[in-house]
């Protein structure tokens, strides 16, 4: 029997196999794209800061609460969007995400005061909410359990990419004139535009389900359907009752996951939002020099996060890893206020090192506490919390340097806040109550981003 079973079964799994790579092969460079347009929308205002107050007379307050309308938009619809994704399709929804996204970026270059800088900020984080769990979901339904990992890392790859060549980018658009129109006002007409432009080859590239893929054979839908509907079958026989939705609200460790992370992303999103001002003081430097410049401290904090990441794989102690971090992150805050703009921009560099890492090393920890059923909605939830950094930091940042004229205050604040998470991080738990030390392995420190 066995000698018959064994090519039905050898047959399956490498039908299986090729449908995976085909996947990948098909979906993952251009997710890895949109990841790419869609980063450089949400924070290429950081470059044009300067000229909106020169051009518009937006303050820095002003900038600061638009920066981080974003972040709110983006809350409150992000899970609407993906109940929509869900009953329409990945591809429709996928698409119109990028379509809106694009057309809100693009009016960007066009606003005049500072209500349509705030009405398209939170517009364009309406339009984007979904994005980024609308891909993961994507995953889901298309890539077996073993191979969703590796898959989402190098999507993720995308915001690291798009970190390193927004500034020289931004830099080399703001050199073009003409048309009336300002080098800030093309460089964010040309950025929306192209996410405008992608989203037709979206529409076109992707398919909703495997049934669909006419780019599979009958075998590997087959392989790849029968797979994942197997592995959804385990999860629900799991267990008999799934956490409530309550029960979440009422677990201390996971409001604590939110907390730290939230902690984590004030500090990305304060250098994000603030970097480019930054540079811009450390002499008479052009728009394209402020971008390469821009550039090193996400260059250094890819190559940290590495080495992090590295040797929490080879020494596992996931907490002191993160902690470890985030030390770094609030000696690099803290110490760029202690000297000049060079300085301070060296400084940054260290602490990014710091609070990049920390990002990437806190999501093994949550993983591998929560249930697995109700793991990628938790994520998702620490994910939301964790963004709202990115309203907070600019706002107060921006109040701060209208109100006195500096950030300093600022700095120290993230570089408590970051002191504050490293302690909370040795008050999370790594596993489920009951569960047997050796029971579960943390994922990879590599892990989820955004």
Not at 162 to 175: C, K, R, T
Not at 259 to 277: G, N, R
Not at 386 to 396: H, K
């Amino acid at each position: 029997m066995n000698d018959t079973l064994a090519p039905s079964t050898r047959n399956e799994g490498d039908a299986l196999a090729c449908a995976v790579a085909k996947v990948k092969r098909h979906v993952l460079p251009l997710f890895v794209i949109m990841f790419i347009v869609n980063y450089l929308d949400r924070v290429n205002i950081g470059f044009v800061r300067p000229h909106l107050e020169s051009d518009l007379g937006i303050s820095a307050a002003a900038y600061g609460f638009g920066a981080g309308l974003f972040f709110i938009g983006y809350a409150l619809f992000e899970v609407p969007s993906n109940m929509l994704l869900q009953r329409v399709g990945a591809r429709l929804w996928l698409t119109r995400i990028m379509f809106t996204w694009g057309l809100v970026a693009t009016a960007m270059a066009f606003v005049q005061n500072e209500t349509q800088f705030y009405v398209l900020r939170f517009l364009l984080g309406v339009a984007e909410a979904g994005f980024f769990p609308g891909v993961i979901y994507y995953f889901t339904r298309w890539l077996p359990a073993a191979e969703r990992g590796k898959a989402i890392a190098i999507f993720l790859s995308g915001s690291a990419l798009a970190s390193l060549i927004s500034g020289p980018l931004a830099g080399a658009l703001m050199q073009i004139q003409g048309l009336g129109m300002h080098g800030w006002q093309w460089m964010l007409f040309i950025e929306g535009m192209a996410s405008v432009t992608l989203c037709f080859f979206v529409f076109f590239w992707l398919d909703s389900k495997p049934q669909d893929a006419k780019w599979l054979s009958q075998a590997e839908q087959d392989a790849l359907v029968a797979t994942i509907d197997r592995e959804q079958q385990q999860r629900e026989a799991l267990g008999a009752v799934k956490p409530s939705a309550w029960s979440l609200l009422k677990d201390r460790q996971i409001v604590l996951f939110c907390l730290i992370y939230f902690c984590i992303q004030l500090t990305i999103y304060a250098a994000t939002f603030w970097l480019p001002s930054i540079i811009k003081r450390m002499g008479d430097l052009s728009d394209l020099q402020v971008g390469f410049f821009n550039s090193i401290p996400w260059l250094i904090s890819i190559l940290a996060m590495y080495a992090f990441a590295a040797g929490s794989a080879r020494w596992k102690f996931q907490q002191a890893w993160v902690a470890g971090a985030l030390v770094v992150a609030a000696i690099g805050m803290f110490m760029s206020t202690t000297g000049g703009p060079v300085f301070a921009f060296v400084a940054v560099c260290f602490a990014a090192i710091g609070f990049k890492s920390a990002s990437s090393l806190f999501w093994p920890i949550p993983q591998g506490y929560l249930d697995a059923r109700i793991a990628a909605a938790v994520i998702a939830l620490i994910n939301s919390v964790g963004n709202l950094g990115g309203f907070v930091a600019p706002t107060t940042f921006g109040l701060l340097e209208q109100q006195t004229g500096s950030i300093q205050g600022g700095l120290y604040g993230l570089a408590v806040t970051s002191v504050l998470a490293a302690i909370a991080i040795f008050f999370v738990r790594t596993r489920p109550k009951g569960a047997p030390s050796d029971e579960l392995k943390a994922p990879s420190a590599l892990g989820q981003t955004h």
